[in-house]
């Protein structure tokens, strides 16, 4: 290498770790419903990105504050009034509900801290939210409710009695996917029972994906949906309202977990009563416990929603927009099927792009 080519390399990182310094310390405040399975996954990929802009010398810290009770919409707005009060450099939300967030999200605006939202790609009516991160929720479902299909004896990739489809390297299993190989089924030819355990009754998230799930389920006529209870987003809910079902529903062929806390919980119920292999489980999030399920085929599939995703590209962003720079209005994590055969694709090493850290500091327009 040239001498002085090395030389004005190592003048342009001095240069850069000068700028980064003179940026001061940038926190961002990160605001989950609870701090379990895929919030957890969230933290630990926005921790990820934090120490991934410190080698550029950005000083960047997450500070992290959540509910015990997930459903519990007034503790987060508590929690979102203290970043408020803290003066953060920036706000990620994964909101527990919708509606009830809206007051604290015009505080956030108000004191001109950026709000970035998570879990969801559907703007949030009568708020200034500057990014949204996600994915929607209803079409989430509608992968989950061909996977259903698949497992029930219609085509697709999942171990069963159904036509195996064949699958190009790479290929990400989406909507688009499903809804090709399933465009000339005969809606009559599968056939099956299946129960289902859904979230927080009213829920925004709830509703989004139930809607999905439905809409896909309601072209096929022999697919009889035997029982759907609420086990609340929780494992342990799963682990008891699965007991019930399987006791009452003896003849049952698959249970479909609206998320993947309660799709555990259900795995253990079905593995309780000796039913594994017989009573098959799909459920819908993606984190590297239940992708180690679907390994040891406890879980049949799931339908991913990218929670490093949430936590790589959430703490760029929530950069990027306190050092005033745009970003993007959403962030779409397309909802893909994960299975047996993919699951590396997902975990221990989810594909992230990488950041540009030395880029967000040149273009920052605080000085």
């Known amino acids: 290498m040239n001498p002085d080519s090395k030389a004005g390399q190592t003048q342009v990182s001095t240069a850069t770790d000068d700028a980064a310094k003179k940026l001061g310390k940038i926190v961002i405040g990160w605001v989950p419903p609870d701090i379990t399975g895929v919030y957890k ?61 809206k007051p604290v999200l015009k505080q ?98 709830d509703n989004e994906r139930q809607k999905g799930f439905d809409k896909v389920l309601k072209l096929f006529p022999n697919v009889q949906v035997v029982t759907k209870l609420p086990a609340d987003w929780n494992r342990q809910k799963g682990v008891s309202v699965t007991e019930n079902i399987l006791q009452k529903h003896k003849d049952i062929d698959g249970i479909w977990a609206a998320s993947n806390e309660m ?25 590297s416990e239940s992708v180690d399920r679907i390994r040891e085929d406890k879980i049949l599939s799931e339908t991913w929603h990218g929670f490093p995703e949430w936590g790589w590209y959430g703490v760029k962003f929530g950069v990027m927009l306190h ?19 993919n699951a590396n694709d997902f975990y221990p090493n989810p594909v992230l792009e990488p950041i540009n850290w030395k880029q967000i500091i040149t273009n920052a327009k605080l000085k």
């Not at 050092?323 to 055969?341: C, F, Q, V």
């Open 41 to 101: 996954i969230a933290t630990t990929y926005m921790e990820k990105s934090a120490e991934d802009a410190k080698k550029s010398g950005l000083d960047v810290e997450i500070l992290t504050k959540a509910s015990n009770n997930h459903g519990d919409a007034n503790a987060q707005i508590h929690n979102i009034e203290d970043m408020i009060q803290r003066k953060v450099s920036a706000i990620i939300i994964s909101p527990a509900d919708v509606e009830p967030l």
């Open 108 to 205: 956030a605006k108000d004191a001109h801290i950026p709000v970035i939202i998570v879990n969801l790609l559907t703007p949030i009516e009568g708020t200034q939210v500057d990014t949204y991160i996600g994915f929607d929720n209803a079409q989430a479902a509608e992968v989950s409710a061909y996977a259903m299909l698949n497992a029930l004896g219609g085509p697709g990739v999942l171990d069963g009695k159904g036509k195996k489809v064949d699958v190009k390297p790479n290929q990400e299993l989406d909507l688009k996917w499903w809804q090709n190989v399933y465009k000339d089924v005969d809606p009559n030819s599968i056939k099956g029972k299946i129960a289902i355990l859904s979230g927080v009754p009213g829920s925004f998230y």
């Open 263 to 287: 799709g555990l919980g259900a795995i253990n119920a079905v593995q309780n009563a000796g039913l594994t292999g017989k009573v098959f489980v799909t459920t819908n999030d993606g984190t």
């Open 323 to 341: 050092l005033g720079e745009e970003t993007p209005k959403t962030y779409d994590i397309r909802p893909r099927t994960e299975y047996k055969a």
